[in-house]
């Protein structure tokens, strides 16, 4: 499991949004709550930790992006501001929003 951390850990990395839309149109975009940790999330899927994942779905932590959120991220395209975390978990890509402070 350490190997597989270490692994997804080492993989983390930002993307700008334009970089994702080919990812959402292939409903392959699980997006992460920001109280999560990414890699957790990456290792849990990866390793098929069912209960954690379920749990994590069932309170909306991890979800795939909406109409709303997609057309906002659009939006934002213009202002080339919108960044993200990610981590592939194939055939996922896990993102988590960069929220500008």
């Not at 080919?22 to 990866?46: F, K, T």
């Not at 390793?47 to 959120?69: A, G």
């Not at 659009?74 to 929003?97: M, S």
Request: proline share 5%; hydrophobic share 45%; glycine share 2%.
């Amino acid at each position: 499991m350490s190997d597989l951390r270490a692994e997804l850990t080492e993989i983390l990395d930002e993307a700008e949004w334009e970089w994702l839309i080919p990812h959402v149109q292939r409903d392959a975009v699980i997006l992460v709550a920001p109280e999560l940790n990414l890699v957790d999330v990456g290792v849990a899927i990866a390793s098929d930790n069912i209960p954690s994942v379920q749990q994590w779905i069932d309170e909306q932590l991890i979800t795939k992006p909406t109409i709303v959120q997609v057309g906002e991220w659009n939006g934002e395209l213009r202002q080339r501001d919108k960044r993200f975390h990610t981590l592939i978990v194939q055939p996922y890509v896990l993102v988590q929003e960069i929220v500008a402070t």
